[in-house]
C-alpha cells in the first residue's frame, strides 16, 4: 500500500517530531547534537526554511519548521540521512537511527502555532530534565526569554504575538503544570 502524500505548499508550518529507532538516543552527547545543529544548517542552505522553534531531546528532536519552496519530505530525508550517517559512522553502528519516517503535522492556525511552540520549549521540563525550561541549552527557548543569540532559529514571527520575551516566557510557563492541549492530541512526541 503506497503512503499517503503529505500535505505542502510554500509557506506550510509543521511541527515535525523524529524518535530514535526503537526509541533509542539520537544523541549520545553534545557532539552528537552539535553535528546535528551543523547538518541542519547545512540542509537549511540548501532547502531554504525558517526554523521557528526546535528542541532536541535524548532520543527525539522536535521542530516547528516554515517551509518556502521545497517540500517538507526533502528538508527531513536531508537532514536525518546526513545525520544518521554520520551517528552510525561515529558510533561504529550499523541499521536504522530514526524510527520510521519522521511525524509531521500541519500547522493551520496561529492558536496552533503558539501552543506548539510552547509545547517544544516546555518537553524538557515536562521530561523532569530541568526545573526551568530557559536551563535547557538544546532548545530555542533562551534565544526567546533570555535574549541569547541563537542562529538556528527565528524568534521574530513568535515573539510578534507577545510584544517582549516576558510575555512570551509567561504564556509557556503557564502550562507548566498542567496538560497542554497538543499533548494530548497532535503528537506522541
Known amino acids: 500500500m503506497a503512503r499517503k502524500a503529505r500535505v505542502w505548499y510554500p509557506g506550510a508550518v509543521y511541527h515535525i517530531t523524529c524518535r530514535g529507532n ?38 527525539h528532536v522536535h521542530l516547528l519548521l516554515e517551509t518556502k519552496d521545497y517540500p517538507i519530505s526533502s528538508i527531513m530525508r536531508k537532514l536525518n540521512s546526513r545525520y544518521a550517517i554520520a551517528f552510525n559512522k561515529r558510533h561504529e553502528l550499523d541499521g536504522h537511527v530514526f524510527q520510521g519516517r519522521f511525524h509531521s503535522v500541519l500547522i493551520e492556525s496561529a492558536e496552533q502555532f503558539l501552543i506548539t511552540s510552547r509545547y517544544i520549549h516546555l518537553n524538557p521540563y515536562k521530561a523532569n530534565m530541568v526545573e526551568k525550561p530557559e536551563q535547557y541549552k538544546w532548545s530555542s527557548y533562551p534565544a526567546f526569554v533570555l535574549s541569547k543569540p541563537d542562529p538556528h532559529v527565528t524568534t521574530r514571527h513568535i515573539l510578534h504575538y507577545f510584544h517582549t520575551p516576558e510575555n512570551y ?20 512526541a
Open 22 to 59: 526503537r526509541h533509542s538516543d539520537i544523541f549520545i552527547d553534545d557532539r552528537d547534537r552539535f553535528r546535528y545543529l551543523h547538518y541542519l544548517e547545512e540542509t537549511k542552505e540548501k532547502y531554504y526554511f525558517q526554523l521557528h522553534s526546535y528542541c532536541l531531546m535524548s532520543n
Open 169 to 188: 516566557k509567561t504564556y509557556v510557563t503557564s502550562k507548566m503544570m498542567g496538560p497542554d492541549p497538543i499533548s494530548q492530541n497532535s503528537t506522541n
